[in-house]
Every structure is written in C-alpha cells, then in structure tokens.
C-alpha cells in the first residue's frame, strides 16, 4: 500500500475509534466561520474536554460504516467539523448551540448543526437542540442532592422551633418572676 493510502486509512481508523468510543457527538458545517471564531470555539470545546476537527465527508463515511453507524450519510455533504466527547453525552450539543447561540449565528448559515451521535445513534437537529437544553450533569446532581437534603433540613428546622418555642417560654418565666419578686 502507498503512503498516501496507510495515511488514508490510519485517519479513517482513528475516526472509527472516537466514533465507537464516543458518548456524544454532534457534526456541524462551518462555511465563513472566521479564524477568531473558529479559535474561540475550538478554545470552549477543548475546555469542555470535546475534541474537534475537520474532517473529509468520505473518510468520515468510511468511519463511520466501519463503526456501525447507520443514517449518517444523509448529512455528509459541505464542509463537516466533528466535536466528540467520550466523557459527557451532552457536551458537545451544549458548547456548539451555545456558541451558535452567542455569536448570533442561528440564521447566518455559518455556523450550523447538522447532525448528532448519542450513545452511537445518529440524532437529528431537534434532538441536538433538546439535548443542548438539558441542565448539565453537575446542575442534575446539586438538585438531587438538593432534594434529597430538603427533608432533613426540614426536620431540622421543625426541632429548632421547638426548643426555640421551650426557651422562648423559659425566658418569659424567667421575667416574670423578676418582676413578681422586684
């Protein structure tokens, strides 16, 4: 095999790693980005821990069919980035619409969401948006914990009124008899 082809096939192979090993995933088409967008955007994901890069829409098929993936063709035309998140499913639909969101870009067509992978599903663009909406997995947790806390915290209130009440009324008692005895 030629060097070109090995080359060819090594980043085929390595798509088809990220895809099978990714949580979330969402495709995008980027034409008139410009370069302090594209720095700014790839600077929010990288944050986020979602690596991204353009890829070849054949090679991206290829990957893809290797990987299993069915119903990702339909959105292999134009330029193609790819964000991926092996770590929250979430991610990249968040930073990506986010920053969709921000700079004002819905209807500008330079920025635009074409397609997602959740859980190795290809998802639509409605279900990127939704899957963007949700709260993020720390803000889930803290209302969980949250839920959870307000019970005891509750029961803990309720006691302290009681023996606020008590002291309210050994206080008074108190008082009184120093008046009486005064």
Known sequence: MSDVKEQKQAVVDSLQEQLASAKGAVLTGYTGL????DTEL????????????VVKNTMLHR?????GLEGL???????????????DAIAPAKVICGFIKKNKLEDSGVLVVK??????KV???????AL?????????????LGSM?????????????????????????REKKEQESA
Do not use: C, W
Request: charged fraction near 20%; glycine fraction near 6%; hydrophobic fraction near 45%.
């Open 34 to 37: 410009t370069v302090a967008q």
């Open 73 to 87: 063709d339909a959105f292999l035309s134009g330029t193609t980035a790819l964000a991926v998140s092996k770590e």
């Open 42 to 53: 790839r600077r929010e994901l990288r944050e986020a821990g979602v690596s991204y890069h």
């Open 115 to 120: 397609a997602g992978l959740l859980d190795g």
């Open 149 to 173: 806390n307000a019970p005891i915290s509750n029961t803990v209130n309720v006691l302290q009124g009681v023996i606020r009440k008590t002291v309210y009324a050994l206080n008074a008692v």
């Open 123 to 129: 998802i639509g663009l409605d279900e990127v948006k």
């Open 63 to 67: 990957a893809a069919d290797a990987a």
């Open 132 to 144: 963007a909406a949700l709260p993020s997995r720390e803000e889930l947790l803290a209302k969980m």
